[in-house]
């Protein structure tokens, strides 16, 4: 299948050229679109040197700091032309393991409409996180999973792959979120249309280089929109059996 990884980044340099790299050679026939949101830190064009060296690697520059939803949908509109048949969302700090990449694809190949790097099935985890994070990020995908009804267990992994007409026929550009909230809302959307979702267990490994961008905001946004969510799809159902 014709593969694309789709990588928003902000201020990624210490880890732009060797992520790059490691995906070329885990996958040496998937493509590369970069989204840079115009990094103080010069990762655009630092990915722009890369991309120039090795080839099958698109740098799309943003005139600013958008958003990872922003970023996505912007990405997303890009590739979803009819050029390829699977896109892969990652982050690009190593915290997700280039060397799954075509385990995602061959998942995808044997039917999955969207493949999810999971933290929360058996496999799963996490290293290098402080307990009070595992335990809030844990908490939070129990709560999205209840509330909303989907089935995956780890809605806010951001390490992915989407069958390209799947994604496509949600339309991710029309989505509202940002923050890992888009994330669930890309899950939310595809649950409801009966999409083939399976999860696969990923070690979620915190950065060694540069500065998360997880913050309070984020999660209480993220928080907010779900339950905001759940309550609409509850009046619509008791709407419809009056």
Known sequence: ???????????????IDPFLR???????????????????D??????????DELGQIEVLHRPGKQGLGSA?????????????????????DFSHDPRRI????????????????????TGGGTTDWPIHRQLLSRWGNAYTRTILGVPARDCTSGYRAYRASSL??????????????????????????GASVV?????????????????GRIIVESMLLVTR???RDRIKRISGRR
């Open 72 to 92: 996505y949908r912007e990405g997303f509109a890009k590739v979803l032309d009819g050029s390829h048949d699977l896109v892969i969302s990652m982050d690009a």
């Open 42 to 51: 010069g990762t655009g064009a630092l990915a722009k040197a890369v991309a």
């Open 199 to 215: 999860e696969v267990p990923i070690i979620f490994r915190d950065r060694t280089e540069g500065k998360s961008k997880m913050s």
């Open 102 to 121: 075509n385990e995602f694809i061959q998942c995808v190949e044997d039917g999955a409409d969207i493949v999810i790097g999971s933290r929360y099935v």
């Open 229 to 231: 969510w759940g309550l």
């Open 22 to 40: 490691a995906v070329r050679e885990a996958s040496p026939t998937t493509d590369i679109l970069v989204v840079d949101d115009n990094s103080p």
């Open 168 to 193: 496509a026929s949600i339309d991710p550009t029309s989505t509202s979120a940002e923050g890992y909230a888009f994330l669930t809302e890309l899950v939310l959307r595809l649950s409801r249309e």
């Open 1 to 15: 299948m014709r593969s694309v990884v789709v990588l928003p980044t902000y201020n990624e340099a210490g880890n």
